[in-house]
């Protein structure tokens, strides 16, 4: 049995040096589907000899993340961000799956160490945070959604030992910048599904989810950070509700 890692990336040159370091000796193939990335992401691909380099025009994450899938020829698929990494207990577990001719489990999520500007957060949601990344080709695929793609599979799902750490964020400046971005696309997925923006939505959406995040799921108990990462979650639901409001408004 072999292993496919897939990565889709867009201007990754942060960290993604350290995610292919860390995987280079677990893979048998690195599939990296590259969104025309204008810094050093080639460049930093280029120095690692299992790598399969492929350029394509986003498509939206799920799409893009299949594309991936398609692409790789391994019996199993190990799917990472590009600011991810999983630790030496993550790698072992897939060692011992891989290496298993009677394995009856063909999808595996894992649980994150989400570290949100230099700190991991251990509440207000990010703490507990599981996703299918591991899994056996043919056994499942991403939905086709143009941003928070979700993972689809009849399969019964497993867990695998491990974490995976994931990094965020390099600052409060790239936390915006992504925001803004992720926001949008959020707004015209809402707007395809048929969603409306009202103003009790775009008023009441933010200040619960504020409360969820700080209050309710213990945000406060991660201190400053957990603060922050509850007030910009709340600001993150009134961007894409207001932007769902505009975008309904525009197409009238």
């Known amino acids: 049995m072999k292993l496919s890692v897939a990565i889709i990336t867009f201007n990754e040159e942060r960290i993604l040096e350290k995610t292919l370091s860390s995987i280079e000796d677990l893979a048998d193939e690195i599939i990296i589907v590259d969104s025309y990335s204008t810094d050093r992401t080639e460049t930093i691909c280029k120095h690692f000899s299992k790598l399969k380099f492929i350029q394509q025009k986003f498509l939206g994450f799920g799409r893009q993340k299949n594309y991936a899938i398609s692409l790789c020829t391994s019996e199993w698929i190990l799917f990472l961000d590009a600011d991810e990494i999983p630790d030496e207990t993550a790698k072992d577990s897939i060692r011992k ?127 400053l950070v957990g603060y922050y990462a509850a007030f910009t979650a709340a600001f993150y639901t009134f961007l894409k509700y207001k932007k769902l409001h505009e975008i309904t408004n525009l197409n009238k």
């Open 97 to 223: 799956i891989i290496a298993d001719e009677h394995q009856k489990c063909f999808v595996y999520d894992i649980r994150f160490n989400n570290i949100f500007l230099g700190k991991a957060l251990k509440y207000g949601g990010w703490g507990n945070t599981r996703r299918e990344r591991f899994f056996k080709k043919g056994y499942g695929k991403y939905s086709e959604d143009i941003v928070h793609e979700e993972f689809i599979t009849t399969e019964k799902k497993c867990r695998l030992n491990g974490r995976i750490n994931h990094y965020t964020y390099k600052d409060i400046h790239h936390h915006i910048e992504k925001s803004n971005k992720y926001t949008s696309m959020m707004a015209e997925k809402m707007y395809r599904n048929g969603k409306k923006a009202t103003v009790a939505k775009i008023l009441f959406k933010p200040l619960y989810q504020f409360i969820k995040s700080y209050f309710l799921r213990l945000g406060f108990l991660d201190g």
